[in-house]
């Protein structure tokens, strides 16, 4: 049975549906991150699993325990804040001693729990600062300190990131699932970052207008995007429209360039399909046989750090290609003609609307 | 290429001498009792009076329990605006500020019209009463200041989100207004608290058509009858004035921490 079990979670506000018929069943010290752009609901489906919204229908069960009707206080959940939300009337030893408290632990096993989750997060010997002497970095791990102080049964982090810079985030996150896993936690992730969530994750929850459009492991999200909306929101994908010619054999042409997919395409012959290929399943050159080929003129180079993305036109339409930089392999110029192959496998064909 | 500069000064100048002429005129006018020297006679006389004694101290008990009973209106409701019903802002924010705009001697009619001796609650029955009655007129004059000091010092903390944080971390909501909220608002409630005392210890209107014998009335009384001592008083009450002002400054710098996280 599921430990965190959330089914037919709706949300109105006014006429506005911002969640419509959420399911989801994470299990016990499983990490799961809601992942979308803002609007899309994440944020307002973990702040009904923690309590701060009511439901408009649906059930939230932690453990077995229906906590609709529950007040956050009563749910036994512990919550991240992307603003931290440190009391900054209290030191760092305090905060993460307040939860303690409230449940009327006796003292001296509250300074040695404070001390215990102050070393977890690395920071033994701040205990006596208050938040405002503290880094961004800092006041984050001491927030997750004081939320798993009080052992709650699942925490939920709330775009926890996204106030901090690039770097820190980087090494943060990696120690959030550390601890995530030393614990053994279940854990609800909500992020607006696709490679946080595919870092972090166990699973993810893709969302999109209060739908979650896809739910799985992040070499499926990434690999296997059930619509169009996962796959553009996830990475970067060209998507190229094709013009189908056979639908049983998978024949297509791209600006006038045969591709055979090899495999049965639902659609009409005529009609126009967008199809789409990661920028890093492209090769530069003539690949191997059976493959698929397109030839097209380099539009511009870009030097992304250890990538190099090298836009390519074709008759109308252009695609990225990304190939790692080495010091070996000049990039082509821009100008120069270039041949382009992939695996057909790699080729999604898409459901879904167009953004 | 600053010529505006010496119009900066003058204006500055002219403000000065506008605050502090009258100030320094009282305070050599308190020191002349004596004929042909300075001395504090005034002072002395003022303060070895026992009904200066009385009225103050009746003054001083009465504006700590005008902030106390300020404090506990005014914070949760504050909170609450804030929290929950951020729409309503406008309209409190206008209530808190009728006390500036309606005169407190038509306060202070409507309160013996609504509570005399023939009304369902007759305060001004008894003397305990009418003291009641005075502290609540009190509180009501303060709200403006309070309200606003304590709405200010809201804003410099995020309020709802603190509020959640302590929630998902079992607190109920008298843990919260006790341990985050108030320690958190607590200068703004000094400043707020200060500025009621100041209010409280010069008031005159309602205290002397309530009858009760507060330092207002007993000021006024001094002033139409003696000469140097009402100049004496207005020095001790300036003095005290700026004494609150100052502890509200000394307050703030000894505070530990700082609401302002990043």
Redesign the interface.
């Given at each position: 049975m599921a430990f965190l079990e959330i089914s037919g979670l709706q949300k109105f506000y006014g006429p506005n549906h911002v969640v419509r018929d959420f399911n989801l069943d994470v299990g016990e010290g499983e990490f799961v991150s809601f992942l979308g752009p803002s609007g899309c609901g994440k944020t307002t489906t973990l702040r009904m699993v923690?309590?701060?919204e009511t439901p408009s229908e649906g059930v939230i069960r932690i453990d077995g325990r229906d906590v609709v009707n529950l007040?956050?206080?009563?749910r036994d959940?512990?919550?991240v804040?992307q603003?931290?939300?440190?009391?900054?009337?209290?030191t760092v030893a305090q905060n993460v001693a307040?939860?303690l408290k409230?449940?009327g632990m006796p003292r001296p096993r509250i300074a040695a729990r404070v001390a215990e989750m102050l070393a977890i997060i690395k920071l033994p010997e701040l205990g006596a600062r208050?938040?405002?002497q503290l880094s961004?970095g800092q006041?984050q791990r001491v927030?997750l300190a004081?939320?798993l102080a009080?052992q709650p049964k699942v925490l939920?982090l709330d775009e926890p990131l996204s106030a901090l810079d690039a770097k820190i985030r980087v090494s943060l996150r990696e120690e959030i699932r550390a601890i995530q896993r030393k614990l053994g936690i279940t854990t609800i992730y909500v992020t607006h970052d696709q490679e946080e969530a595919l870092a972090m994750s166990d699973r993810i929850v893709v969302m999109r207008d209060g739908i979650a459009e896809q739910i799985g492991d992040p070499f499926e999200i990434y690999n296997r995007p059930a619509t169009r909306f996962v796959a553009s929101f996830v990475g970067t994908l060209n998507v190229l429209d094709a013009r189908l010619l056979d639908p049983a054999t998978g024949l297509v042409t791209v600006d006038g360039q045969e591709i055979r997919l090899a495999r049965a395409v639902r659609g009409e012959a005529g009609e126009t399909i967008p199809i789409s290929l990661r920028p890093q399943a492209i090769l530069l050159g003539s690949g191997p046989d059976p493959g698929g080929r397109l030839r097209g003129r380099v539009d511009s180079v870009s030097f992304l750090g250890s990538v190099v993305r090298i836009r390519v036109a074709l008759d109308g339409q252009n695609l990225a290609v990304d190939i790692f930089n080495t010091a070996a392999m000049r990039p082509p110029k821009p100008g120069e003609t270039v041949d382009l192959a992939f695996a057909t496998g790699d080729v999604l064909v898409l459901e879904g609307a167009a953004d | 290429m600053k010529p505006p500069r010496i119009w900066a000064w003058l204006a500055l100048a002219f403000g000065l001498i506008y605050f502090f002429l009258p100030l320094i005129g009282t305070l050599e006018f308190s020191l002349r009792m004596r004929r042909g020297e300075y001395s504090f006679d005034a002072y002395r006389v003022v303060l070895a009076d026992p009904q200066f004694r009385a009225t103050f101290s009746y003054s001083v008990i009465l504006a700590c329990l005008t902030i106390l009973v300020g404090v506990i209106i005014v914070v949760p409701t504050a909170y609450w605006v804030r929290l929950r019903l951020p729409r309503w802002r406008p309209v409190v924010e206008f209530i808190t500020l009728l006390p500036l705009v309606i005169p407190p001697i038509v306060i202070v009619f409507g309160y013996i019209r609504l509570y005399n001796t023939s009304s369902i609650l007759p305060l001004t029955g008894t003397a305990m009463g009418t003291n009641v009655l005075l502290m609540f007129g009190y509180a009501t004059l303060s709200l403006p200041y309070m309200y606003r000091a304590v709405d200010t010092g809201l804003r410099a903390?995020?309020v709802a989100?603190?509020t959640?944080?302590?929630?998902?971390?079992?607190?109920?909501w008298i843990?919260i207004m006790a341990?985050?909220i108030l320690?958190?608002v607590l200068v703004a409630v000094l400043s707020g608290a200060f500025l009621t005392f100041a209010i409280v210890i010069g008031e005159f209107v309602l205290a002397a058509l309530l009858n009760r014998p507060a330092f207002g009335p007993y000021l006024q009384l001094i002033g139409a009858n003696r000469a140097y001592e009402p100049a004496a008083l207005a020095v001790i009450a300036f003095a005290i004035t700026w004494a609150c002002m100052g502890l509200i400054q000394l307050v703030t710098r000894f505070q530990?921490?700082?609401?302002?996280?990043?």
């Amino acid at each position: 049975m599921a430990f965190l079990e959330i089914s037919g979670l709706q949300k109105f506000y006014g006429p506005n549906h911002v969640v419509r018929d959420f399911n989801l069943d994470v299990g016990e010290g499983e990490f799961v991150s809601f992942l979308g752009p803002s609007g899309c609901g994440k944020t307002t489906t973990l702040r009904m699993v923690a309590g701060f919204e009511t439901p408009s229908e649906g059930v939230i069960r932690i453990d077995g325990r229906d906590v609709v009707n529950l007040k956050p206080s009563q749910r036994d959940i512990g919550m991240v804040f992307q603003a931290y939300a440190l009391f900054p009337n209290m030191t760092v030893a305090q905060n993460v001693a307040f939860g303690l408290k409230v449940a009327g632990m006796p003292r001296p096993r509250i300074a040695a729990r404070v001390a215990e989750m102050l070393a977890i997060i690395k920071l033994p010997e701040l205990g006596a600062r208050f938040p405002f002497q503290l880094s961004g970095g800092q006041q984050q791990r001491v927030a997750l300190a004081r939320a798993l102080a009080v052992q709650p049964k699942v925490l939920l982090l709330d775009e926890p990131l996204s106030a901090l810079d690039a770097k820190i985030r980087v090494s943060l996150r990696e120690e959030i699932r550390a601890i995530q896993r030393k614990l053994g936690i279940t854990t609800i992730y909500v992020t607006h970052d696709q490679e946080e969530a595919l870092a972090m994750s166990d699973r993810i929850v893709v969302m999109r207008d209060g739908i979650a459009e896809q739910i799985g492991d992040p070499f499926e999200i990434y690999n296997r995007p059930a619509t169009r909306f996962v796959a553009s929101f996830v990475g970067t994908l060209n998507v190229l429209d094709a013009r189908l010619l056979d639908p049983a054999t998978g024949l297509v042409t791209v600006d006038g360039q045969e591709i055979r997919l090899a495999r049965a395409v639902r659609g009409e012959a005529g009609e126009t399909i967008p199809i789409s290929l990661r920028p890093q399943a492209i090769l530069l050159g003539s690949g191997p046989d059976p493959g698929g080929r397109l030839r097209g003129r380099v539009d511009s180079v870009s030097f992304l750090g250890s990538v190099v993305r090298i836009r390519v036109a074709l008759d109308g339409q252009n695609l990225a290609v990304d190939i790692f930089n080495t010091a070996a392999m000049r990039p082509p110029k821009p100008g120069e003609t270039v041949d382009l192959a992939f695996a057909t496998g790699d080729v999604l064909v898409l459901e879904g609307a167009a953004d | 290429m600053k010529p505006p500069r010496i119009w900066a000064w003058l204006a500055l100048a002219f403000g000065l001498i506008y605050f502090f002429l009258p100030l320094i005129g009282t305070l050599e006018f308190s020191l002349r009792m004596r004929r042909g020297e300075y001395s504090f006679d005034a002072y002395r006389v003022v303060l070895a009076d026992p009904q200066f004694r009385a009225t103050f101290s009746y003054s001083v008990i009465l504006a700590c329990l005008t902030i106390l009973v300020g404090v506990i209106i005014v914070v949760p409701t504050a909170y609450w605006v804030r929290l929950r019903l951020p729409r309503w802002r406008p309209v409190v924010e206008f209530i808190t500020l009728l006390p500036l705009v309606i005169p407190p001697i038509v306060i202070v009619f409507g309160y013996i019209r609504l509570y005399n001796t023939s009304s369902i609650l007759p305060l001004t029955g008894t003397a305990m009463g009418t003291n009641v009655l005075l502290m609540f007129g009190y509180a009501t004059l303060s709200l403006p200041y309070m309200y606003r000091a304590v709405d200010t010092g809201l804003r410099a903390i995020d309020v709802a989100t603190l509020t959640e944080a302590a929630e998902s971390l079992g607190a109920g909501w008298i843990t919260i207004m006790a341990r985050v909220i108030l320690p958190n608002v607590l200068v703004a409630v000094l400043s707020g608290a200060f500025l009621t005392f100041a209010i409280v210890i010069g008031e005159f209107v309602l205290a002397a058509l309530l009858n009760r014998p507060a330092f207002g009335p007993y000021l006024q009384l001094i002033g139409a009858n003696r000469a140097y001592e009402p100049a004496a008083l207005a020095v001790i009450a300036f003095a005290i004035t700026w004494a609150c002002m100052g502890l509200i400054q000394l307050v703030t710098r000894f505070q530990k921490f700082k609401t302002v996280p990043r």
